[in-house]
Nanobody, 124 residues
Framework: QVQLVESGGGVVQAGGALRLSCAAS????????VGWFRQAPGKEREFVAT????????DYADSVKGRFTISKDDAENTVDLQMNSLKPDDTAVYSC?????????????????WGQGTQVTVSS
C-alpha cells in the first residue's frame, strides 16, 4: 500500500502563486510515477502534470505548461507542484496519485493510489 497526503491548497488572487505538496509513505519503492490531477465543479477530472519517482522525466498538460512546475524531493518523499500565474480557470480540487506501472501516464484510471485532494481557489 502507498499513502498520499496533499497539502498547500488555499485561496489566491489571479496572477498569484501556490505550492502544493504530496507526501508519499508506505511502499514507496514500488512507485513509478506521481501525478497531479484536478477536478472543477461540474467538470471531469483533468490531468495536470506527472513526474517519474526515480529520475526527473516529467510531463505537463498544455493548459499549465510554462506556469506550473512539478518536482520531487527525494529526501522527503514528496512531489511538489509549483503553480505560478494562476487563473480563475485553475480553481479546482487538486489530487495527487501514484502509479505502479512502467511509464508516465496522463490517464487517471492508470494510477493506483490517490490522496484526498486539496482545494485551490483563484479569485478574479
Amino acid at each position: 500500500q502507498v499513502q498520499l497526503v496533499e497539502s498547500g491548497g488555499g485561496v489566491v488572487q489571479a496572477g498569484g502563486a501556490l505550492r502544493l505538496s504530496c507526501a508519499a509513505s508506505g511502499r514507496t519503492g514500488e512507485i513509478y510515477a506521481v501525478g497531479w490531477f484536478r477536478q472543477a465543479p461540474g467538470k471531469e477530472r483533468e490531468f495536470v502534470a506527472t513526474i517519474r519517482w526515480r529520475g526527473d522525466r516529467s510531463d505537463y498538460a498544455d493548459s499549465v505548461k510554462g506556469r506550473f512546475t512539478i518536482s520531487k524531493d527525494d529526501a522527503e518523499n514528496t512531489v511538489d507542484l509549483q503553480m505560478n500565474s494562476l487563473k480563475p480557470d485553475d480553481t479546482a480540487v487538486y489530487s495527487c496519485a501514484a502509479r505502479l506501472g512502467n511509464r508516465l501516464s496522463r490517464v487517471g484510471v492508470e494510477y493506483d493510489y490517490w490522496g484526498q485532494g486539496t482545494q485551490v481557489t483563484v479569485s478574479s
